[in-house]
């Protein structure tokens, strides 16, 4: 594999954009934050044959994104020899392949979950019954409510052991305006956000529903809230993965199908690639 640079660009997000279900991390944050460094989720890319057969993203923090055939895997590890990676993400074959072929397969983990992939064209969107609910930027509920609910979902979703990085995380959210608060007469009940965003196309992330309000579908008329909100800005379909059977009943009842394996792998430290 070669590196690839800014010239590659085009054939770069034309090879992802083909592949858009299992590519919106990449894309995203490519989109917004390109491939010059200077901010953690910036990308840097690999790439194989020619025209494009495979590519690989890693972003400056260290999270690997593969979007290659498993076949493809070796010379991936080939490339990266050397790299300290936090995890991997992506299509789930892909993800093991990868993980194999880098000697990472017996690494620590904070989180493995091999989730289902799911989409939605937004003009079968399902709507709920939203009576007395209204969504609001997250500004609208109180910092430290936003600060604990990101904690409890980094701790549920993410594999987090402690909440250190809730306050940025929120910070970032209200920053990047793709996230919203659920009110019920006024109170903040649930969260929801779009995690990457795309001309189009949104994949949906950060769904929390603290425990006291569980069990009264108010995830569910959030993310359809949200998803309604999308299509009046002219987004056509969204994308999400959840391991959680209560989740995905949830989404299914909102029209979501099942489209195949997305996997979330977050390394207990940093993994130096070493060629299996």
């Not at 789930?92 to 690494?107: E, I, K, T």
């Not at 970032?172 to 006024?186: E, F």
Request: glycine share 14%.
């Amino acid at each position: 594999m070669r590196r690839l640079g800014n010239g590659d660009r085009p054939a770069i997000e034309a090879f992802l954009g083909d592949r858009i279900e299992t590519s919106m991390f990449p894309l995203g944050n490519l989109a917004r934050h390109g491939m010059d460094g200077g901010h953690p989720r910036a990308m840097r890319f690999w790439g194989a044959g020619e025209p494009l057969e495979g590519v690989l993203g890693v972003t400056e923090a260290g999270m690997a994104m593969p979007q290659l055939p498993p076949r493809l895997a070796g010379e991936a590890a080939e490339a990266l020899a050397g790299e300290r990676l936090l995890g991997i993400l992506g299509e789930s074959g892909q993800v093991v392949a990868l993980r194999r072929a880098m000697g990472l397969a017996a690494a620590p983990a904070d989180l493995d979950a091999d989730e289902v992939l799911l989409a939605l064209n937004l003009a079968a969107l399902r709507r709920p019954d939203t009576t007395g609910l209204a969504l609001a930027p997250l500004e609208a509920a109180p910092r430290d409510l936003l600060v604990r609910w990101r904690a409890g979902y980094g701790r549920e979703a993410l594999g987090w052991t402690d909440g250190a990085q809730a306050e940025a995380d929120v910070e970032s959210d209200i920053a990047g305006g793709q996230h919203r608060v659920l009110l019920r007469d006024g109170e903040p009940v649930a969260s929801t956000g779009f995690n990457a965003r795309l001309p189009g196309i949104v994949q949906v992330g950060g769904v929390w529903t603290p425990p006291e309000h569980r069990g009264q579908g108010l995830a569910r008329a959030a993310v359809a809230l949200h998803l309604a909100e999308a299509r009046a800005e002219g987004v056509e379909r969204a994308i999400l993965f959840s391991a959680s059977p209560f989740a995905l009943r949830a989404y299914r009842a909102l029209g979501f199908r099942d489209i195949g394996r997305f996997t979330l792998l977050l390394f207990s430290g940093p993994q130096e690639v070493r060629r299996a």
